[in-house]
């Protein structure tokens, strides 16, 4: 495994050598990035989360649509968790890396054919404009701060290559308030008592919850915040709201509708529940143009910066 990645690492990057991953050091990690390091490094709660999460045939169909063929290309996971993208899609990349924090799902990744390395994604090892496709699934809203492991997966994409994020909270969409925001706020108890959730100990939604660092009332991505960091470093950037049970028809600028539950927190928050806005997560299909079409200007980089900050 480090023979295969090696050649994409920085200079002066040594890894820790490891069994099922290539572990480098987490400087200064944060209680977000350990809280997600605790609970995707629990080996039931992984295998639980690959075997039901990010596995329908729409998740399949979106995802194949957005990348295309990746058969004999370098693919960089980041975020991968126990694997679910590649799970879901399977093809032949000629190299595909998965990154987390979480020794368990690194373990379950590498089962399934990723070169598994375990990196804080907010200073990866790696080499600059390596890859020919970066992912980052459901995995931006579990990071303190969003707008850096933005730039830092950006950074990875090659001349021509393709970046692709899904499955992270549109905050339009969950920015709940009035009666919507007290049934939020009460909805463990709901939960309890109507003993239906996905998680099946209460420790187990609590530590799911610590990980959830954007995913609440008033957090999230939007489209400007796509755009504001992606469009300065020369990436063109195509940004779709949708609900989780449409497929390929997203990138052709259908939502679908939301589960009722969602529908009913946005009327009560005085939203229409068919907008765009009001649709649960922002799919970032961004592409960077090849060598002679790149035209990054610092001055705008640094602007954008400072026109979306981060929660």
């Known amino acids: 495994m480090s023979r295969r990645v090696a050649p994409y690492l920085q200079p002066g990057k040594a890894p820790a ?9 987490l400087n200064d990690p944060g209680e977000g990035l350990l809280a997600n390091a605790f609970y995707f490094g629990h080996p ?9 999460c990010h596995r329908s045939e729409a998740f399949t169909g979106r995802w194949k649509a957005a990348i295309g063929d990746w058969a004999g290309k370098v693919v960089v996971d980041i975020g991968c968790g126990p694997g679910n993208v590649y799970a879901s899609l399977g093809g032949g990349p000629a190299l595909l890396i998965g990154v987390d924090v979480a020794p368990a799902s690194l373990r379950l990744a590498k089962g399934l054919g990723y070169a598994t390395v375990l990196a804080d994604a907010s200073d990866l090892p790696f080499a600059s404009g390596f890859a020919d496709v970066v992912t980052l699934n459901a995995t931006l809203h579990h990071c303190q701060d969003m707008g850096a492991i933005l730039r830092e997966a950006a950074r990875l994409v090659k001349p021509g290559g393709l970046l692709v994020t899904d499955h992270d909270p549109q905050r ?6 009035g009666l919507a ?5 009460a909805r463990l108890v709901i939960y309890k008592l109507a ?17 959830e660092l954007h995913h609440r009332p008033g957090h999230g991505v939007t489209e400007g915040f796509f755009q504001g960091i992606l469009q300065p470093l020369g990436f063109e ?5 949708h609900n989780h049970g449409l497929g390929a028809e997203v990138l052709q600028g259908q939502a679908g509708p939301a589960e009722f539950k969602y529908r009913l927190g946005n009327l009560l928050s005085y939203r229409n529940p068919d907008a765009k806005t009001s649709a649960l ?6 592409r960077k143009p090849s060598a002679d079409g790149l035209r990054e200007s610092p001055a705008a980089a640094k602007k954008a910066e400072s026109a979306y900050p981060q929660r």
């Open 44 to 52: 039931g709660w992984a295998e639980e989360y690959l075997t039901y």
């Open 17 to 25: 050598l490891s069994g099922d991953y290539l572990e480098f050091p």
């Open 237 to 241: 950037v195509r940004v779709y709201p």
């Open 172 to 177: 339009s969409a969950w920015d709940y308030r």
């Open 281 to 286: 997560t922002l799919m970032c299909v961004a």
């Open 195 to 211: 003993k239906h959730s996905f998680h099946k100990s209460g420790d187990q939604q609590a530590r799911a919850l610590a990980s």
């Open 181 to 185: 925001k007290l049934l939020w706020d």
